[in-house]
């Protein structure tokens, strides 16, 4: 039995396969034929009165700079990050910790343009901070326009993108602050602005009043309720107080909102009020608003 077993190790051939993840070249070909492509692949060994003691001392070198080679491609790809460029980016989406699909938690809400933008500069400008381990409490993707997508889990300040390597935010309050403004009901602090507006027939606003209008404003991406798009035309006709600039946002959702805003905006022509007139803004304007909505 053991003739037998030195027989087979003095056979001029052998095939050993290895998995590994990187390419290990030998630059003595006389001794080892050259080391292919990467991935899983056969090295052949040729003997020529090879013994055991060399055999073992081969073996040994090949595991060894192979596994070498391994670790130190991880760390060299794993832990360097990619920054994202804004110019590529479709929208980002965010999702709080998974938890029961009726739930809240488990909402996904598109990002703003503004916060868009001041996630991708916070990423972009993160540190790193060595591995860490945690339970994700949002998970965010940034869609790219090419249909690509990057996935991250965020805990606090640290986010993760591949593995377990961390960036710092260097702002733990950053996601959970975008999470929040977007989960807010921003439709119902837009009636309640505009509701105490027009109650009083006032020009003016006080600042707060403002302030929540806008950013409520620019808080929506979409609207697709009736009753929410009607309340938003009727603000984009009636809410004018005095150095208010940002009624243009409202254009925005509508637009972002077809066709659904479309038939708001036709149902309202069709249902004007006792002391609207055809020819009398704001609800002359209307015909125009449609115009545009149905043609860029």
């Known amino acids: 039995m053991l003739k037998q077993g030195y027989h087979r190790l003095a056979q001029p051939r052998f095939s050993i396969i290895f998995c590994i993840k990187s390419c290990v070249d030998f630059s003595d070909n006389r001794a080892l034929p050259q ?27 090949i595991v060894s700079i192979t596994f070498t080679a391994c670790g130190q491609t991880k760390t060299k790809s794993d832990f360097v990050k990619s920054s994202i460029d804004i110019e590529t980016v479709d929208f980002i989406e965010i999702k709080n910790r998974a938890g029961q699909s009726d739930t809240l938690d488990n909402l996904t809400k598109r990002l703003t343009e503004e916060q868009k933008n001041q996630f991708v500069e916070k990423f972009n400008n993160s540190k790193p901070n060595g591995l860490r381990k945690g339970i994700p409490l949002y998970f965010i993707d940034v869609h790219l326009k090419d249909g690509f997508k990057r996935s991250f889990r965020i805990n606090g300040q640290f986010i993760k993108e591949n593995n377990d390597y961390c960036f710092d935010l260097r702002d733990s309050k950053f996601i959970e602050t975008i999470w929040n403004e977007l989960i807010a009901d921003h439709i119902k602090n837009i009636r309640y602005v505009f509701e105490n507006y027009i109650q009083y027939q006032e020009s003016t606003d006080s600042q707060d009043n403002k302030t929540l209008m806008t950013k409520s404003l620019k808080s929506l991406t979409t609207v697709t309720d009736k009753d929410d798009l009607d309340l938003l035309i009727n603000v984009w006709m009636y809410y004018d107080p005095t150095d208010y600039p940002d009624i243009p946002e409202i254009y925005r959702i509508l637009k972002a909102s077809r066709p659904h805003s479309i038939e708001a905006v036709k149902n309202r022509i069709e249902n004007k ?3 609207e007139t055809d020819d009398i803004a704001p609800y002359s304007d209307l015909k125009d608003l449609l115009k545009r909505l149905e043609n860029e």
């Open 273 to 275: 009020k006792k002391w």
């Open 35 to 61: 080391v292919l492509n990467c991935g899983k692949r056969i090295i052949m060994l040729h003997f020529k009165k090879t013994t055991v003691r060399q055999l073992t001392y081969i073996l040994t070198f």
